[in-house]
């Protein structure tokens, strides 16, 4: 069976991908169309394009995780998978202008693994032994996607294999469900916790944002949120916009301009918040 690292831009796949060597280290890149997230390094954009062969306008995760990708790149010595679905607000026009939210929870699946399992489908390397950047003390988000598992520990995958140029299914072909990975969590099993991965970059050229993952994620909570604006307005506008001209809300019973302008009675940074409170796509 093969064996892929899946890469977030975080410490935790980061230390994975420098430690548990693999036939695959794979990272999803989320694109936005909007020009308002225009990433700002023209060099550093050109490059993803050579990397993922689509236009990269901008992401709405931290611009941060470009530089952490090809820095770590350096680092082990091999080039990492670049892979990446359609654009944001595309696939929120497939879903008929609804937004993704707690019980539809369909960005992580469009954006981060459709997007994997493809890659790794054309490599003809599936079903693979997927590592996890689950670390020590976080048993219950590995126990959780095992439980997905068949008997043999294998998480299934429904896909179908034509596709229209914005990432639609053509409506001629069947979906299938495909044996897709083993999800194990290496950093569990050798017991290294969050300090121990944060002592290992101590020392290392590698750059990190202060939190993975949409800037926006909906999974976060309300003051985080607001912390999340205050530090990138431009990206937290993106999600603000997006709700305003499409169907549903984000998070239940409250608007990301709620959010946005509330008035919380501690001046909190990121250090504040745990990483149960930050979200995560869990891929």
């Given at each position: 069976m093969k064996t892929a690292n899946s890469?977030?831009?975080?410490k935790s796949s980061a230390y994975i991908a420098c430690n548990y060597p693999a036939d695959f280290n794979v990272f999803a890149l989320v694109r936005v169309e909007d020009k308002k997230c225009k990433f700002k390094d023209d060099y550093l954009r050109q490059k993803v394009e050579d990397r993922i062969q689509k236009p990269f306008i901008g992401t709405v995760e931290m611009d941060e995780i470009i530089t952490t990708i090809f820095d770590l790149e350096q680092y082990i010595g091999k080039e990492i998978d670049w892979v990446?679905?359609?654009r944001f607000e595309?696939?929120?026009r497939?879903?008929?202008e609804y937004l993704p939210n707690k019980s539809a929870r369909f960005c992580t699946t469009e954006l981060k693994i459709r997007p994997i399992f493809h890659y790794l489908h054309s490599q003809n390397a599936l079903p693979c032994e997927m590592r996890l950047g689950f670390r020590a003390g976080e048993e219950k988000r590995l126990i959780?996607?095992?439980?997905k598992c068949d008997k043999n520990g294998i998480e299934h995958f429904k896909a179908t294999f034509g596709k229209h140029k914005e990432g639609r299914h053509k409506g001629n072909n069947k979906w299938e469900t495909v044996p897709f990975q083993k999800p194990v969590a290496p950093l569990i099993d050798d017991r290294?916790?969050?300090?121990d991965v944060n002592r290992y970059f101590e020392d290392k050229d590698i750059t990190f944002a202060e939190m993975n993952n949409c800037v926006g994620c909906w999974w976060r909570n309300e003051p985080l949120l607001n912390t999340m604006y205050q530090k990138r307005p431009d990206k937290f506008e993106w999600f603000n916009r997006i709700e305003q001209t499409h169907k549903g809300t984000f998070k239940d019973g409250v608007t990301y301009e709620e959010i946005k302008n509330a008035n919380f009675t501690l001046?909190?940074?990121?250090d504040d918040f745990?990483?149960?409170?930050?979200?995560?796509?869990?891929?």
């Open positions: 890469i977030s831009g975080g990446t679905g359609p595309q696939v929120i497939n879903k008929g959780k996607k095992q439980k290294i916790y969050r300090e001046d909190l940074g990121f745990s990483g149960c409170d930050s979200g995560y796509c869990g891929v």
